[in-house]
Nanobody
Framework: VQVVQSGGGSVQAGGLVKLSCAVSGYRYSTYSITWLRQAPGKEREGVAVIGGDDSTFYINDVKGRFSVSRDNANNIVYLDMNNVQPEDTAMYFC????????????????????WGQGTQVTVSS
Protein backbone atom coordinates (compact mmCIF):
# COMPACT_ATOMS: atom_id res chain seq x y z
CA VAL A 1 0.00 0.00 0.00
CA GLN A 2 1.21 3.49 -0.83
CA VAL A 3 -0.22 6.78 0.31
CA VAL A 4 0.68 10.03 -1.43
CA GLN A 5 -0.46 13.41 -0.22
CA SER A 6 -1.00 16.58 -2.19
CA GLY A 7 -2.41 20.02 -1.60
CA GLY A 8 -1.65 22.47 1.16
CA GLY A 9 0.39 25.64 0.89
CA SER A 10 -0.01 29.16 2.20
CA VAL A 11 -3.38 30.80 2.66
CA GLN A 12 -4.83 33.78 4.45
CA ALA A 13 -7.05 33.40 7.47
CA GLY A 14 -10.61 32.69 6.51
CA GLY A 15 -9.58 30.96 3.33
CA LEU A 16 -9.86 27.36 2.31
CA VAL A 17 -7.41 24.56 1.71
CA LYS A 18 -7.94 21.15 0.19
CA LEU A 19 -5.68 18.25 1.02
CA SER A 20 -5.66 14.95 -0.84
CA CYS A 21 -4.52 11.51 0.19
CA ALA A 22 -4.24 9.07 -2.71
CA VAL A 23 -4.17 5.38 -1.84
CA SER A 24 -2.78 2.73 -4.15
CA GLY A 25 -2.06 -0.96 -3.83
CA TYR A 26 -5.14 -1.80 -1.74
CA ARG A 27 -8.00 -3.50 -3.55
CA TYR A 28 -10.81 -2.66 -1.13
CA SER A 29 -12.52 0.65 -0.46
CA THR A 30 -13.20 -0.10 3.21
CA TYR A 31 -10.05 1.50 4.53
CA SER A 32 -9.86 4.41 6.90
CA ILE A 33 -7.84 7.57 6.61
CA THR A 34 -6.98 9.66 9.60
CA TRP A 35 -5.75 13.20 9.19
CA LEU A 36 -3.23 14.40 11.73
CA ARG A 37 -1.23 17.57 12.14
CA GLN A 38 1.85 18.71 13.95
CA ALA A 39 2.63 22.33 14.59
CA PRO A 40 6.13 23.48 15.54
CA GLY A 41 6.81 22.78 19.18
CA LYS A 42 3.56 20.88 19.62
CA GLU A 43 2.63 17.25 19.75
CA ARG A 44 1.04 15.61 16.78
CA GLU A 45 -2.75 15.48 17.00
CA GLY A 46 -5.42 13.72 15.03
CA VAL A 47 -7.99 16.14 13.64
CA ALA A 48 -10.35 14.10 11.49
CA VAL A 49 -10.95 10.54 10.38
CA ILE A 50 -13.12 8.70 7.89
CA GLY A 51 -13.77 5.08 8.71
CA GLY A 52 -14.08 2.17 6.36
CA ASP A 53 -17.86 2.51 6.58
CA ASP A 54 -17.61 6.24 5.76
CA SER A 55 -18.38 7.29 9.31
CA THR A 56 -16.48 10.42 10.30
CA PHE A 57 -15.18 12.06 13.42
CA TYR A 58 -13.72 15.51 13.98
CA ILE A 59 -12.06 17.05 16.97
CA ASN A 60 -13.86 20.06 18.40
CA ASP A 61 -11.27 22.54 17.14
CA VAL A 62 -12.10 21.75 13.51
CA LYS A 63 -15.70 20.58 13.71
CA GLY A 64 -17.85 22.62 11.36
CA ARG A 65 -14.81 23.90 9.45
CA PHE A 66 -13.07 20.74 8.19
CA SER A 67 -14.71 18.01 6.18
CA VAL A 68 -13.30 14.64 5.16
CA SER A 69 -14.66 12.75 2.17
CA ARG A 70 -13.79 9.84 -0.02
CA ASP A 71 -13.69 9.33 -3.81
CA ASN A 72 -13.87 5.57 -4.16
CA ALA A 73 -13.50 5.62 -7.95
CA ASN A 74 -10.07 7.19 -7.66
CA ASN A 75 -9.10 5.96 -4.19
CA ILE A 76 -8.59 9.46 -2.86
CA VAL A 77 -9.59 10.86 0.50
CA TYR A 78 -9.92 14.62 0.84
CA LEU A 79 -9.69 16.99 3.75
CA ASP A 80 -11.48 20.24 2.99
CA MET A 81 -10.41 22.93 5.40
CA ASN A 82 -12.69 25.96 5.45
CA ASN A 83 -12.30 29.20 7.36
CA VAL A 84 -8.75 28.26 8.27
CA GLN A 85 -7.09 30.13 11.09
CA PRO A 86 -3.45 30.76 12.01
CA GLU A 87 -3.70 28.05 14.65
CA ASP A 88 -4.35 25.55 11.84
CA THR A 89 -0.80 26.11 10.65
CA ALA A 90 0.95 22.74 10.78
CA MET A 91 2.35 19.86 8.83
CA TYR A 92 -0.57 17.65 7.92
CA PHE A 93 -0.33 13.90 7.53
CA CYS A 94 -2.76 11.24 6.43
CA UNK A 95 -2.55 7.75 7.85
CA UNK A 96 -4.03 4.59 6.30
CA UNK A 97 -5.55 1.70 8.17
CA UNK A 98 -7.24 -1.42 6.83
CA UNK A 99 -8.57 -2.28 10.30
CA UNK A 100 -10.88 0.60 11.17
CA UNK A 101 -14.51 0.57 10.08
CA UNK A 102 -16.75 2.65 12.32
CA UNK A 103 -15.18 5.65 14.00
CA UNK A 104 -16.30 7.49 17.09
CA UNK A 105 -12.97 9.04 17.95
CA UNK A 106 -9.49 9.56 16.55
CA UNK A 107 -7.99 6.06 16.32
CA UNK A 108 -4.82 5.20 18.24
CA UNK A 109 -1.67 5.53 16.18
CA UNK A 110 -0.71 1.87 16.49
CA UNK A 111 -3.54 1.09 14.04
CA UNK A 112 -1.97 3.24 11.31
CA UNK A 113 -0.24 1.03 8.78
CA UNK A 114 0.96 3.50 6.18
CA TRP A 115 1.62 7.23 6.47
CA GLY A 116 1.60 9.94 3.87
CA GLN A 117 4.68 12.08 3.43
CA GLY A 118 3.13 15.17 4.97
CA THR A 119 2.17 18.50 3.51
CA GLN A 120 2.57 21.96 5.01
CA VAL A 121 -0.35 24.29 5.60
CA THR A 122 0.51 27.83 6.62
CA VAL A 123 -2.22 30.29 7.52
CA SER A 124 -1.38 33.97 7.81
CA SER A 125 -3.51 36.49 9.67
Amino acid sequence: VQVVQSGGGSVQAGGLVKLSCAVSGYRYSTYSITWLRQAPGKEREGVAVIGGDDSTFYINDVKGRFSVSRDNANNIVYLDMNNVQPEDTAMYFCAFSSQILNVKNIPPSYLFEVWGQGTQVTVSS
